[in-house]
Structure formats: structure tokens, C-alpha cells
């Protein structure tokens, strides 16, 4: 059997992994400010994590959710206290699209409207609802076609505002920073009034922090900097350090109905025992704000870089936009020949989603061979 080609693959086949550096099979070295898609969030082979994981896994890695698994209570418990939502309630499932499917269906039983407001270059998954709230046409099949979804563009709120008046939207969804769409920071101020509207309207607000939560920005959720709750929140990536898992963070305004929501896999033995030591390594290693110190770095010395048309982002989710397409300067040039793994947002921005230890010492190295690229 073949498997089913959906990937660009580079040459490179990583075998190990420790903090922000991973290897090869052959032995080479790379400095890593990607995070496999922004999910490594402590580091490769972080020792408390892998303790964490090894004696869960030694115990019991997986019994269903018809019986108590008193971990889940844990992981709630410190991730309420560490995000500043106590008072909500958790839905643990196992990917960003899945958080966001259920995070959708929960807004359309509240209020019975089925419309949603979703915002340009925006990305939400790839599943059925998770893609048609994401602009991005050529993801979206025939079968995906049936949801009734408005975009309209980040940071404008007079459109919102006309929209929203309409009465007939359930939910509005919003990253906490557009990641596919090139790492765009809604304004403080966009995103204040965006929750007036929403309460006025009483239409479900929902804040996609799956790329942008739990710690990456600086604060936990990026949707902090603007002093705002959020009636929804959907975790994933960074939760687990690698192992599949997510979240639905919901506030105290929704009522539980016995079945129906529903998972198999979420909220196994195994995947809570990683997601607490990940919440207690954040903690206890003061990672959230070392993102906050180390992405002021980058975002300076990386503005102060000649042949750069923008920098964009918040703590360690930053944008790097030229005015050329960037292929050869990231895959050939940083990739290929100064050993650094990045991402890419489009044709023209590079994105830098490392582990939240990246030191000072590495980002200064990661400066250094940027240059060299340029």
C-alpha cells in the first residue's frame, strides 16, 4: 500500500529531537523555529514531559469515557487556573479542526441560528464546518458547501457591526492571530468592539486560539491583549507537546446535555497525563513569558533587517514578509544550507512558530544565519 500523496516533502528525515533542535538520519543538526506546526510548545523531549508520558503510558494509556478519568479534572483544573478561565468548562477531543467543529455546533444549539460570520485569509481546519469558516475556496469540497458563511476583513468592525445587526448569525469566529493568512494581528480595539457586538446581538463569540494560544503570544491566549473573554475557546497544537489533543474551553452560559457531544479518543489516560506536565513545565519553567522576551527580540532585530517589507506577530508567532516570493530563501537557503527549519504563510512571508524555550542564545544564532540568507 502507497501512502495517499497530500504532502510536499523536504529530503530530510528527522529522528530526534531535543528543546529547539532536532536531527536527521544522517546525523545533521538544525535549529528548529517551527515547532512542527507550532505544536512542540516545551521543547523536544522535554524530560518531565517524557517522564510524564512513560509512567502514564507503563500504568494505562486508554480506557473510554463511560468510566471516571480523574486526569481530566486535573488537566481543567490547572489549565482554568494558568488561563484565567476557572469558571468555564473543558471539552477535551483530539484536534484544532474537531475543537472548532464542536465549538460551532455548541453556538448553533444555543441561540438555533445557523449562520456564521468568519473573517478573509483566514484558517480553521479542514474538516466540514472547520473548512467552510476557512477562506481558503479550493479547500472546500461540494459536500462542505451547505454552511451559510459571511467573510468579511479582519480589523473592520463597521462590517461586522452591519452584519451582526442582521440578527441571524449564531457565532463569529476569529483566530487570536491569523496564522495561514500571514501571522495578522487583530487590533485591541477591533477586537473590544467586536465583543460588544456580539453580547448586543447575542451572537456566540468564538476565538480560535489553536495556533495562537497557550502561551505563544506572550499571554496565554493572544485574545488577552485586548481585555476580553471570549464565549468559546478551542486549544489544540501546543496542548500535548505532539500527541493528539484539544480543547473546547466553554463559558458557564451553556448548559451540558448528556450525549450530545461526544469522542472516543479524547481525554485518554495518556494524552492528559502529557497535557498537565506541558501546564506544569509552562509554569514552572516561566516559559509564557521567556516567549514574551525572546519574541521581542526577534520581532527588533528582525525589522532592523534591510530587504524585509514587514514584520508582523506577538511573542513567538511571527510573520517575516518580503516582497518576493520566499521559497528559495527558505528552502534552499535556510533550510538546506544554514540548517533551520521555519514555516511559510502564502508565497511571501516566512513564519516562525519555535518551541516557547527557545533561549536568547539560539534566537541571536537564528538572526545570524537569517542574515546569511537574505
Known amino acids: 500500500m502507497?501512502?495517499?500523496?497530500?504532502?510536499?516533502?523536504?529530503?530530510?528525515?528527522?529522528?530526534?529531537?531535543?528543546?529547539?533542535?532536532?536531527?536527521?538520519?544522517?546525523?545533521?543538526?538544525?535549529?528548529?523555529?517551527?515547532?512542527?506546526?507550532?505544536?512542540?510548545?516545551?521543547?523536544?523531549?522535554?524530560?518531565?514531559?517524557?517522564?510524564?508520558?512513560?509512567?502514564?503510558?507503563?500504568?494505562?494509556?486508554?480506557?473510554?469515557?463511560?468510566?471516571?478519568?480523574?486526569?481530566?479534572?486535573?488537566?481543567?483544573?490547572?489549565?482554568?487556573?494558568?488561563?484565567?478561565?476557572?469558571?468555564?468548562?473543558?471539552?477535551?477531543?483530539?484536534?484544532?479542526?474537531?475543537?472548532?467543529?464542536?465549538?460551532?455546533?455548541?453556538?448553533?444549539?444555543?441561540?438555533?441560528?445557523?449562520?456564521?460570520?468568519?473573517?478573509?485569509h483566514s484558517f480553521h481546519g479542514r474538516t466540514s464546518a472547520a473548512v467552510r469558516v476557512t477562506d481558503i475556496p479550493k479547500y472546500i469540497a461540494p459536500i462542505n458547501e451547505g454552511l451559510d458563511v459571511t467573510f468579511v476583513e479582519l480589523n473592520d468592525i463597521e462590517a461586522v457591526r452591519a452584519e451582526l445587526q442582521k440578527g441571524i448569525y449564531s457565532s463569529v469566529i476569529i483566530e487570536g492571530i491569523q496564522g495561514i493568512g500571514g501571522i495578522q494581528v487583530p487590533d485591541d480595539q477591533f477586537m473590544r468592539d467586536l465583543r460588544e457586538e456580539c453580547t448586543k446581538t447575542d451572537t456566540v463569540l468564538i476565538l480560535d486560539e489553536i495556533q495562537s494560544g497557550y502561551g505563544r503570544s506572550g499571554k496565554f491566549f493572544a485574545h488577552q491583549y485586548a481585555g476580553i473573554k471570549a464565549d468559546i475557546i478551542t486549544v489544540a497544537k501546543g496542548i500535548c507537546n505532539g500527541l493528539p489533543m484539544a480543547g473546547v474551553i466553554i463559558s458557564p452560559k451553556f448548559t451540558p446535555v448528556v450525549g450530545q457531544l461526544g469522542t472516543t479518543f479524547g481525554g485518554n489516560h495518556l494524552a492528559c497525563a502529557g497535557a498537565c506536565a506541558v501546564l506544569d513545565i509552562l509554569k514552572n519553567e516561566n516559559m509564557i513569558d521567556n516567549a514574551a522576551k525572546v519574541g521581542a527580540y526577534l520581532l527588533d532585530e528582525l525589522k532592523k533587517i534591510d530587504g524585509i517589507k514587514e514584520v508582523r506577530g506577538r511573542g513567538l508567532m511571527i510573520g517575516v514578509e518580503f516582497e518576493q516570493p520566499i521559497k528559495e530563501i527558505r528552502n534552499d537557503r535556510l533550510l538546506m544550507q544554514q540548517h533551520v527549519f521555519t514555516g511559510v504563510a502564502g508565497t511571501n512571508t516566512i513564519r516562525l512558530l519555535p518551541p516557547l524555550c527557545l533561549s536568547m542564545d539560539d534566537a541571536k544564532e537564528f538572526v545570524c544565519r537569517f542574515k546569511k540568507c537574505i
Not at 7 to 19: D, T
Not at 44 to 72: D, M, R, W
Not at 75 to 99: H, T
Open 2 to 120: 502507497d501512502l495517499f500523496k497530500v504532502y510536499s516533502l523536504f529530503p530530510i528525515e528527522i529522528v530526534k529531537g531535543k528543546g529547539c533542535h532536532v536531527w536527521d538520519k544522517n546525523g545533521v543538526e538544525y535549529l528548529d523555529l517551527y515547532g512542527g506546526h507550532a505544536v512542540i510548545s516545551v521543547g523536544h523531549a522535554h524530560p518531565e514531559y517524557v517522564k510524564a508520558i512513560s509512567e502514564q503510558v507503563a500504568k494505562l494509556g486508554f480506557y473510554s469515557n463511560s468510566v471516571i478519568n480523574t486526569l481530566q479534572q486535573t488537566l481543567a483544573d490547572k489549565l482554568g487556573a494558568m488561563c484565567g478561565y476557572n469558571d468555564y468548562s473543558l471539552f477535551l477531543i483530539n484536534s484544532g479542526a474537531e475543537a472548532n467543529e464542536n465549538a460551532l455546533k455548541l453556538a448553533s444549539f444555543y441561540n438555533n441560528r445557523n449562520k456564521v460570520l468568519s473573517f478573509k
